[in-house]
């Protein structure tokens, strides 16, 4: 089985990685590739900054992001792979998952609920309303 998981840092992509742990541990036709998206910049904000350091403001988000799941999964002896990559989160998660095809996304979710989501967006509701791969959400 191919898997995409989306990590973010926060605890719910923390327990996503928990749960991708205690569920394909011992599976050894596993692929799992962990992926961090950092949304961009606002433009005010990169014009004010050099391309150095936008650069080195998401190399450290993204370290910080996949810091958990690289962790856990090297404890467990499992092989992972990972991307860092910036752009909207929803569309570069959705995308991957076609373009790389995999079987199976997971991610965590804050569950917030419907009302919240109404009101603030959520990644997860994107991913799940555009994304041709079943999606694996953990709360």
Same mark, same amino acid.
């Given at each position: 089985? $191919? ?10 992509? $923390? ?30 904000v990169a014009n ?16 910080? !992001?996949? @810091?958990?799941a @690289?962790?856990s999964? $090297? @404890? !467990? ?6 991307? !860092?990559?910036?752009?909207?989160? !929803? ?5 991957t998952?076609?373009? &790389? ?6 991610? &965590? ?6 009302? &919240?989501n ?7 509701? $994107?991913v ?12």
């Amino acid at each position: 089985m $191919k898997l995409l998981l989306a990590v973010d840092g926060s605890e719910h992509s $923390k327990r996503a990685v928990k749960y991708v742990l205690s569920h394909w541990r011992d599976d050894p036709a596993a692929a799992i590739t962990v992926l961090n998206v950092d949304p961009p910049l606002m433009r005010r904000v990169a014009n004010a900054l050099g391309r150095e350091d936008i650069d080195r403001y998401h190399a450290d988000n993204a370290e910080a !992001a996949l @810091r958990y799941a @690289r962790t856990s999964f $090297k @404890r !467990a002896g499992i092989a992972i792979d990972h991307k !860092a990559v910036v752009g909207d989160p !929803a569309a570069v998660i959705t995308r991957t998952a076609t373009q &790389g095809k995999y079987d199976l996304v997971v991610m &965590g979710s804050h569950g917030r609920g419907v009302f &919240g989501n109404l009101l603030l967006g959520s990644v997860v509701t $994107k991913v799940l309303s555009g994304c041709q791969v079943p999606v694996l959400i953990v709360r």
